[in-house]
Nanobody, 123 residues
Framework: QVQLVESGGGLVQAGGSLRLSCAAS????????MGWFRQAPGKEREFVAAISWSGGSTDYADSVKGRFTISRANAKNTIYLQMNSLKPEDTAVYYCAADPGSIGVVSTTPRYWGQGTQVTVSS
């Protein structure tokens, strides 16, 4: 069992930056692929970014490539999402996700989810 707690959301102006964090419980954190998803009001939850257990592989949605960076610190049981050049369309609840499988699995059907943190980008 893995428990995930997100933090770092808030209100920011367009063009600004935020860094989200996701703290995970469990001794096997380093064995999990991790990811970020988001859900805007009235829309389906969508994939944002994923990282392999080692941090050696990453994947991003086209809409955030070049602006967002996912990283992990296994010694701290934490992953991050650095979000730069934010746009109003990035407004959503952002969810952390984890899976013991591959980066491909965590980016589609992760086993564990966090509760989410709100990100609001004003124009």
């Amino acid at each position: 069992q893995v428990q995930l707690v997100e933090s770092g959301g808030g209100l920011v102006q367009a063009g600004g930056s935020l860094r989200l964090s996701c703290a995970a419980s469990g001794r096997t954190f380093s064995a999990y692929a991790m990811g970020w998803f988001r859900q805007a009001p009235g829309k389906e939850r969508e994939f944002v970014a994923a990282i392999s257990w080692s941090g050696g592989s990453t994947d991003y949605a086209d809409s955030v490539k070049g602006r967002f960076t996912i990283s992990r610190a296994n010694a701290k049981n934490t992953i991050y999402l650095q979000m730069n050049s934010l746009k109003p369309e990035d407004t959503a609840v952002y969810y952390c996700a984890a899976d013991p499988g591959s980066i491909g699995v965590v980016s589609t059907t992760p086993r564990y989810w966090g509760q989410g943190t709100q990100v609001t980008v004003s124009s």
